[in-house]
């Protein structure tokens, strides 16, 4: 039998006979499910099929497509759509009685086949009579016009209304008897496979995503419109082709190895991005997502896939990533620049940063000024304004590159070019072109021609400002294929451009800073250091290296009476302007008091007692070290005392002999003077003691700040037991020792400062003659002392000042016999000029006073100011010295 259309019918070569028997063989039931599906025919002898007429036209061969040829006929499977859509088959006459009842038909509504063949299909409905009408009309309308489909409702076996979807198709057999052939389905289970049919139309062919279905050998089977539209090929153009033979070669490699991984693992491939194929917008991107495909019985059909247009979000996102990256950009420039304040370095950060990640390269143009520390100008800029190029970086290396790009060369610009413009006005310009380029300077400048011949294409000209004054200028160039600036990248480069001013201005104002806190300091330090009788003098003073945080460290050498010096170092705690004045003030206390010839212990209390007044502020207390050394030549003689500061160090030569100023150092044995420590000035508490030393002829005394022997992880005494080793060896001369102990220290040190001040201890100056004599105190003591004065000079020479040494001599020494009890001490000491010194055992020192007219007496130490070159008390031992000085015959003349 065959189906036939509407109003027609068809005639076959089956007899009753064969129907009946047709109709026995569905009435078979086997013991399985299987027998509900009807055995499958022989197979048909070799040769071409045997045509089947269709009503109402000529007869076709049956379509052979390659689903049949692929499988065998009758093959069992599961899981097919047969099994979620049961249909159940009946054959009815045309009087309504049953014929053909299938299993499915039985399971459907209950009723066997032994009971419903032969009978008629009113029976089924015998309890509605208005749709056994229906029934009627509908067999009636399928007799009619050759089919009839609808909706209607059966009565199951068990007493429930199934409602089914039937359709009828009238066949007719060889002799021309109709018979009805009916296909019933559970409605419910047909309208959910309507809807999901309907479902997978609408969001095949309306969804905004491209979707497409391969077969197994990954041809297409089906695309929708919109993936045909983003491939620019048709949909029809599609199915049976591979993907590369649809899209370009090398958009179609990386689909395909996609597609060929999703097909063999099942592992599903998702949202994966790929740039979209030329075919497509240029410069899209897709995001494409694979799965595999299987049936319900688990077999492989293929793989599916969405193709998504994502070209505006991966621009979104790459927008995002480009600004992330641009502020990463700003914050390591800015943590790489942020402790920096020296201009040449900060310029050639900025440069830096900005190669390669923004330009092929780039140079940093700024004031003279500012590399400088010098005040900025407050009008515009012109052609003679002074301008360095402090930061370069370049890509690549090369010839061109050299002349385009060369550190520290000094550059200018005419006022008209492009370059004088941004100077002028402070505002950014961009160039492109080589057209532009070669206008915006000197068409002869040779950076102009490097630049041409090194392929530049696009220039940004950004000014590097600092509170509204233009301080320089930031070159970005881009070279080759590179694309040219946009406008992002010139508001990016203006903002790298102010991080960059600031930074730059902060380290003019340091350099200006540090410059005037040096020149104050070395202001305040000595400006000529005397070399005085029997003392070497060499010494060194190095800055801190913490900007405008000078430090109050100081030295000092004063040359005392009697051929003696002073030797000073003392550290003002703090750094900065203020240290350094306060050191100044303390400087000046201890050369004063020097000048009264105390001993260092009793000067350290004076300049104790002075704190108040020479701390930096009201608020704040002065806190300072200071180590005081008095050395006399003439009796190799050395008093120290030390006020909280580290100690000395002395070095007693290998081999005893005559100290040569200028001569090497023949090294020797060191030790750290044990001193007691006293407290620092201005904290007290702690009394001052001078200890006294008899050193050899040739001793190196070294005296220092902790800058030179601290260290942050090391012991004071590591850095001491350092500079006495140094001192122990031998050195061409005092200057070369000074370098060398510097050369010892510590790279990682704190950035303090250091003083350094080492001397050569001698026995005073060369032919220098001395004489001394003890006498008792008796008044006798005044003429013996005027003889033996007198008998001296004349031996040595200059007996033309015997009249006046006699004079003050007898005053001296009458002024000690009315006033002591024991020995008296007088020293006579020809060298630059005649020093003479009477000692005695009483600690108070002499006053000077103006006798009256009738006075007989108080007229001895008027007589010594009045004669004398040069006079003064010290105190010496548990008593004191008054001395005074008379110039050499000859010497007066040649002063004048």
Request: with cysteine.
């Amino acid at each position: 039998m065959t189906s036939t259309g509407s109003g027609g019918r068809a005639r076959t070569g089956r007899t009753r006979a064969g129907a009946a028997a047709a109709r026995a063989r569905l009435r078979m039931r086997g013991p399985g499910p299987a027998a509900e599906r009807p055995a499958p025919p022989a197979r048909p002898p070799a040769g071409p099929s045997a045509p089947v007429s269709m009503r109402g036209g000529p007869a076709a061969p049956f379509p052979r497509g390659a689903a049949v040829e692929a499988e065998s006929v009758g093959e069992h499977t599961q899981g097919s759509l047969f099994d979620m859509v049961k249909v159940a088959i009946a054959m009815l006459d045309a009087a309504g009685r049953v014929v053909l009842w299938s299993p499915a038909a039985e399971e459907l509504l209950g009723w066997p086949s032994e009971l419903l063949v032969g009978r008629g299909i009113d029976e089924l409905l015998a309890d509605d009579q208005r749709l056994v009408a229906r029934a009627r009309e509908a067999i009636a309308a399928a007799l009619r016009t050759g089919s009839w489909l609808g909706l209607t409702g059966l009565r199951h076996r068990r007493g429930p209304r199934v409602r089914v979807e039937a359709r009828i198709s009238v066949l007719v057999d060889g002799h021309g008897t109709p018979f009805l052939l009916v296909a019933l389905a559970e409605a419910g289970t047909v309208r959910a496979v309507e809807r999901d049919l309907a479902v997978r139309d609408a969001l095949f062919e309306q969804s905004a995503l491209g979707i497409a279905v391969l077969d197994t050998e990954l041809r297409y089977t089906a695309v929708n419109q919109t993936l045909a539209e983003m491939n620019g090929v048709s949909a029809s153009a599609h199915v049976g082709r591979t993907t590369g033979e649809t899209l370009p070669d090398r958009a179609a490699d990386e689909i395909s190895v996609i597609q060929r991984q999703v097909l063999a693992t099942g592992e599903p491939v998702i949202d994966v991005t790929l740039t979209a194929p030329v075919t497509a917008r240029p410069g899209g991107y897709r995001s494409i997502s694979y799965g595999r495909l299987t049936d319900r019985a688990g077999r492989v059909l293929g793989i599916s896939g969405t193709v998504m247009d994502v070209t505006e979000r991966y621009r979104a996102v790459a927008k995002v990533e480009h600004a992330r990256r641009r502020l990463a950009l700003l914050n390591e420039f800015g943590s790489r620049i942020g402790d920096l304040l020296d201009a040449g370095r900060i310029a050639q950060e900025l440069a830096g940063a900005a190669v390669p990640r923004l330009a092929d390269f780039a140079a940093v143009i700024l004031l003279q000024a500012v590399a400088h520390g010098d005040d900025l100008l407050g009008h515009g800029h012109d052609r003679h304004t002074a301008l360095l190029q402090l930061g370069v970086a370049a890509a690549r290396d090369g010839a061109d590159v050299e002349v385009m790009l060369r550190r520290g060369a000094r550059v200018s610009f005419a006022e008209e070019s492009c370059y004088g413009r941004v100077l002028r006005t402070g505002v950014p310009e961009l160039l492109s072109g080589a057209e532009e380029l070669a206008q915006a300077a000197d068409p002869g400048d040779p950076r102009t021609r490097a630049a041409l011949a090194l392929g530049v294409h696009s220039v940004l000209v950004v000014p590097l400002r600092a509170r509204g004054i233009v301080i320089g200028l930031l070159v970005l160039s881009r070279a080759g294929r590179r694309e040219a600036f946009d406008r992002d990248d010139l508001a990016f480069s203006v903002e790298l451009a102010d991080r960059a001013g600031s930074s730059l201005d902060n380290a003019r104002l340091y350099v200006r800073e540090r410059t005037a806190a040096l020149t104050l300091q070395r202001t305040l330090l000595p400006q000529q250091v005397p070399q005085p009788t029997g003392v070497e003098v060499a010494y060194r003073y190095v800055p801190g290296s913490s900007g405008t945080e000078v430090g109050g460290d100081w030295f000092d050498v004063i040359p005392l009476p009697g051929d003696r010096t002073a030797l000073v170092v003392g550290d003002v705690m703090g750094h900065g302007l203020r240290a350094a004045a306060t050191m100044g003030r303390l400087r000046t206390a201890v050369r004063v008091l020097a000048g009264l010839d105390l001993p260092p212990a009793v000067l350290l209390r004076h300049v104790h007692e002075l704190a108040d007044d020479l701390a930096q502020g009201p608020d704040e207390a002065l806190l300072a070290t200071c180590v005081y050394a008095v050395y006399d030549p003439a009796a190799g003689r050395l008093t120290v005392a030390k006020a909280g500061h580290i100690p000395p160090v002395l070095v007693s030569p290998s081999r005893p002999g005559p100290a040569r100023t200028g001569g090497p150092l023949p090294g020797g044995r060191g030790q750290v003077l044990e001193l007691p420590s006293g407290a620092p000035l201005g904290v007290g508490g702690v009394p001052f003691e001078a200890v006294e030393l008899q050193v050899p002829e040739g001793s190196v005394l070294a005296l220092c700040t902790d800058g030179l022997v601290e260290s942050r992880d090391k012991d004071l005494d590591v850095g001491l037991g350092r500079l006495q080793a140094v001192l122990e060896k031998p050195h061409p001369s005092l200057q070369h020792a000074c370098e060398a102990v510097l050369d010892t220290m510590e790279q990682g040190r704190e950035p303090d400062d250091v003083a350094l001040l080492l001397a050569r201890l001698g026995h005073g100056a060369e032919g220098a003659q001395v004489l001394g004599w003890t006498l008792p105190a008796e008044p006798t003591a005044v003429s013996r002392a005027r003889r033996l004065v007198r008998g001296a000079l004349r031996e040595w020479g200059v007996a033309e000042l015997g009249d006046t040494a006699e004079l003050l001599v007898s005053e001296l020494v009458t002024n000690a016999v009315r006033y002591a009890s024991a020995p008296i001490g007088v020293r006579l000491t020809l060298g630059g000029v005649l020093l003479v010194e009477v000692s005695d055992p009483l600690p108070d020192p002499p006053r000077e006073r103006h006798a009256a007219d009738g006075d007989e007496g108080g007229r001895g130490l008027e007589l010594v100011h009045r004669l004398a070159l040069r006079w003064g008390s010290r105190a010496e031992g548990m008593g004191k010295v008054v001395w005074f000085e008379q110039e050499l015959p000859g010497k007066e003349a040649d002063r004048e």
